[in-house]
């Protein structure tokens, strides 16, 4: 999806003035949290939904999170309706899957073929760029 496709485009100064500097480092440039950063939602076990930083769309629920031990929030499936698109990453050695939102853009992490049953998916998202609303 292009800036111009957006469902929620925002000019870089709107998007500097939402977000803080570690969040529009991750959303707007594809940046990554380092692996257990205090805050990330890492050690978050209450009940509750995750959103966009950037829109405020629903993305996770507590429900599909697991602790994959990788120091990121970890997901086996997005909230039904979740609007996430993929591409693929090659900034590695190696392809992976970025994810994204749809809605307005932002970065949100990878999602790799490595995590727990029925989907065998692991969203792996940085906190930083999640807003976790508790039930």
Not at 27 to 32: D, I
Not at 66 to 78: I, K, L, N, V
Not at 119 to 127: A, H, L, P, V, W
């Amino acid at each position: 999806m292009t800036e111009n496709t957006l469902k929620l485009p925002k000019t870089d100064a709107e998007w500097r003035a939402k977000l803080t500097p570690e969040q529009y480092r991750i959303a707007r440039h594809e940046g990554t949290e380092r692996a257990f950063t205090p805050g990330n939602f890492q050690d978050e076990k209450r009940a509750g939904a995750y959103h966009c930083v950037g829109c405020g769309v629903l993305l996770f629920d507590s429900a599909h999170k697991f602790d994959s031990g990788t120091g990121w929030p970890s997901f086996w499936q997005p909230a039904d309706g979740a609007p996430l698109g993929k591409k693929t990453d090659f900034k590695l050695v190696y392809p992976r899957t970025e994810v994204h939102c749809d809605q307005c853009g932002a970065h949100m992490g990878h999602v790799f073929p490595d995590g727990p049953a029925p989907t065998g998916q692991r969203y792996c998202i940085n906190g930083a760029v999640l807003d976790f609303r508790p039930r």
